[in-house]
């Protein structure tokens, strides 16, 4: 006989109307996947995200602590409501339910959410958490489900279902395997796949061989056409952080129009205030020389941004430290344990930036004006992102996440990598 489940309200959160979350609910919400067993076996690659940093993504308040956990500005414009699973006062799952109203205005449809899904291995209790994330989203009015994500294309999005033997990198979902079978089983049918391609072995010269050669053949297919080289016309520059207000203005100037012209499902264009919290935390673990900007006739046309895979350094440490299934994180926000988690991984990532010393990377984001398309250009992006890569020691890649409508980024990389991690997308039609 199933034990009774207890729902927790962890906060709801409605615009410009009432606000029950604060600082512990969400350190509640985000400790709950410790408690997932499956996350510490032996066939888990999981890493656990830094705790301030996931509380920053899902706060929809200004705090005196705003220093450690700004606001997140995507609240300016979403209900949301967090919910937590006991049985016997320990935690058995997850889920949040939200409606994003300038994704809804875009898509003519009002859509309901789902993300942060987490579950014991019991159907049972999956069901109960799913059909509690569905009840609400009922009594919004949405027209369908889809999900899960955080919170749309433009951050984490889907359900893991291939690739459970790969190590996560920074910002890609990871979850454990049985979820999926959760889903269906409760009605959510497949929407659209995201892939992560990651270098065949290593960044090495045979796959820098491999682009040169791509690119050797695009330009002589342009001679052919008596077009010259055609990358004569262009510039390609790395980020100038001395201007980083000016290059971040730049950046959010090419990304809505790239992104909303491409193949991206879930796509909605980001805000200027959301871009500029973006790019600030990417300033915070960013490599100059991993950053690049396309110009021709000085004005940008394309844009690609590489991070260094910091969850190297989560795991390092983590290991090192030898958090197992025996560590449980406090409930409170201002826990000394936790806190002192945060603060060493995060010195950790200052000292092995400054000597820019990792091993992997992840292309974060990659595009060109559907102007210059189908030129070679985000190959040349991918050679010269691979070759400064390799000039500070990086070894491998992963280009994530990558929909699987979008075959203009999706087919050179087929041929320079392989498809490592496949997320799903769902939809439940209400």
């Known amino acids: 006989m199933l034990k009774k489940i207890y729902i927790k309200d962890l906060g709801e959160y409605i615009p410009n109307t009432s606000n029950s979350v604060n600082l512990n609910t969400l350190k509640k919400f985000v400790s709950i996947p410790y ?12 890493v656990f995200p ?55 205005k875009t898509h003519g449809v009002k859509t309901g959410w ?37 919170f749309n294309a433009n951050g984490e999005v ?9 190590k996560p990198y920074f910002m890609e979902p990871y979850n454990a395997p049985y979820y999926a079978d959760y889903f269906e089983k409760f009605g959510f049918k497949k929407e659209n796949d995201w892939f992560s391609m990651n270098t065949d072995d290593s960044l ?50 090419l990304y809505n129009p790239i992104w909303g012209a491409g193949n991206h499902p879930q796509f909605t264009a980001m805000t200027d205030d959301e871009f500029d919290v973006l790019c600030q935390g990417i300033r915070t673990i960013a490599i100059e020389e991993l950053i690049f900007i396309v110009e021709k006739n000085e004005v940008p046309i394309g844009v690609s941004v590489s991070l260094p895979n910091i969850n190297e350094i989560i795991e390092e440490y983590d290991l090192g430290k030898k958090f ?15 806190m002192k988690r945060d603060i060493e991984i995060f010195s950790l990532i200052k000292t092995r930036l400054k000597k ?73 039609d209400i």
Request: overall charge positive.
């Open 204 to 253: 090495s010269n045979g796959y820098l061989s491999r682009i040169e050669n791509m690119m050797g053949r695009i330009t002589e297919r342009f001679n052919r056409q008596g077009k010259g080289d055609r990358f004569d016309d262009f510039k390609f520059r790395n980020i100038d952080f001395g201007r980083l207000e000016e290059e971040i203005s730049t950046i959010k100037n």
């Open 50 to 104: 830094i705790f301030l940093q996931e509380i920053s993504d899902l706060n929809p308040n200004k705090t005196a602590l705003s220093f450690l956990v700004p606001r997140n500005p995507f609240f300016n414009h979403t209900r949301i409501k967090f919910f937590g699973f006991y049985m016997d006062n320990k935690p058995v799952g997850r889920i949040m339910a939200f409606t994003d109203y300038n994704y809804s």
């Open 356 to 428: 820019k010393q990792f091993e992997s990377m992840r292309i974060l984001i990659l595009g060109v004006d559907e102007n210059f398309r189908k030129n070679g250009i985000d190959s040349q992006l991918y050679y010269k992102t691979a070759q400064a890569a390799k000039s500070i020691g990086i070894r491998h890649g992963s280009g994530s996440q990558l929909a699987d409508i979008n075959f203009d980024i999706l087919n050179p990389l087929f041929k320079i990598g392989k498809k490592s991690m496949t997320w799903r997308v769902y939809r439940l």
């Open 158 to 166: 889907g359900l893991l279902v291939d690739g459970f033997d790969k």
């Open 114 to 150: 789902v993300g942060h899904f987490e579950c014991i291995e019991d159907e049972a209790v999956a069901r109960q958490i799913l059909q509690t994330a569905v009840d609400y989203l009922k009594e919004l009015g949405v027209a369908y489900v889809t999900g899960p994500a955080k």
């Open 35 to 46: 408690f997932i067993k499956w996350y510490f076996s032996s066939e888990s690659k999981k």
């Open 324 to 338: 197992n299934s025996s560590y449980m994180p406090s409930g409170n926000f201002l826990s000394f344990r936790d």
